[in-house]
């Protein structure tokens, strides 16, 4: 059984860096999480680094903006890295051709196809521009969640996924979260889409957690900051059981689950989780978090 932590600052003193998620850890969406605001703070004044590492589809410049809009203060954090910037590189590197359809919620995703953290990816657009087509003309899918999100739901693409099946379009999946809670409203995201392809044959490709290339970015962003950070100083912090703390165990990473975010309520009340029902539902997910806490503080 992974130790149920009361405090953050139980184990700050063991980890030299934080992964930590965004969306259900530090925000909702709508609003900042004041305590783990603190939290993250706390850990940065006693010399930690916080890299934000985000399922988001969008590239780090329109996250950035995203954080000061809704108020997560930059003195939380000392990076910020997403599934769209890793997703991008697969994306101008040719992964999926030149004529792309694109599935996602516009104007809100084009920062994807405009805006990029690495100067290297941002002359990569401009030498080999790719071309948005309509489905029937693409050579590849890059899906960065519903068009619709708070209205459709993965079926309403099926017809479209059978077309791009047939014809043997290559998928890029920029964001491989399935649901997120956007206040108090639960929307789905582009990896409920990407599963779903795959289910009716189709082909998915995937760079966020718990997918290796985001790992690797945020290790060479870490390493940017830090030089390099022993992975056993490493702590990657998220609600996503699939996706923070699966990342973790597949990077050989400690990872501190928190249960409050998007299984909110399945354990108990945040300050007394129990600990008998959390362990059995971990066993049957066979994931083995090295800490729990309700939220983060």
């Known amino acids: 059984m ?3 932590l009361t ?8 980890y030299r860096a934080l992964f930590c998620d965004l969306w259900g850890c530090v925000h909702d969406g709508v609003k900042p999480f004041p305590a783990a605001v603190a939290a993250l703070q706390a850990f940065r004044a006693q010399g930690g680094i916080v890299i934000l590492v985000s399922n988001a589809p ?15 203060p930059r003195d939380a954090y000392d990076e910020v890295i997403t599934s769209g ?22 104007p809100k995703d084009q920062p994807f196809f405009s805006e990029f953290a690495d100067p290297a990816l941002a002359k990569m657009a401009a030498e080999n521009p790719i071309e948005l087509v309509p489905l029937d003309q693409a050579t590849g899918v890059i899906c960065t969640g519903p068009n619709s999100e708070f209205d459709e739901t993965p079926d309403d693409y099926r017809a479209a996924f059978l077309l791009a099946k047939t014809n043997g379009l290559k998928m890029l999946c920029a964001n491989p979260d399935i649901v997120v809670d956007y206040g108090d409203k639960r929307i789905y995201c582009a990896g409920a889409l990407a599963q779903l392809y795959e289910e009716m044959g189709g082909e998915a490709l995937y760079f966020g957690k718990p997918h290796p290339p ?8 870490l390493a940017a900051i830090a030089g390099e950070v022993d ?38 009340p945040a300050d007394a989780l129990d600990a008998e029902a959390l362990d059995a539902w971990l066993d049957a997910e066979q994931r083995n978090p ?6 983060l503080r």
């Open 231 to 268: 992975d056993s100083a490493i702590l990657c912090v998220g609600d996503g059981i699939n996706t923070d703390v699966l990342g973790g165990m597949q990077e050989n990473l400690d990872s501190l689950f928190l249960t409050e975010g998007l299984c909110a309520g399945q354990f108990g």
């Open 214 to 221: 985001i790992y690797d970015l945020a290790r060479r962003r």
């Open 290 to 295: 090295t800490y729990v806490m309700g939220t």
């Open 58 to 72: 969008r590239p780090k410049p329109s996250v950035l903006l995203q954080l000061d809009r809704i108020g997560v």
């Open 7 to 14: 405090s953050f600052a139980e184990i700050t003193p063991n």
């Open 85 to 106: 910037d890793a997703t991008q590189y697969a994306f101008l590197s040719g992964a999926v051709g030149q004529k792309v359809h694109h599935i996602g919620p516009m």
């Open 2 to 4: 992974p130790h149920i």
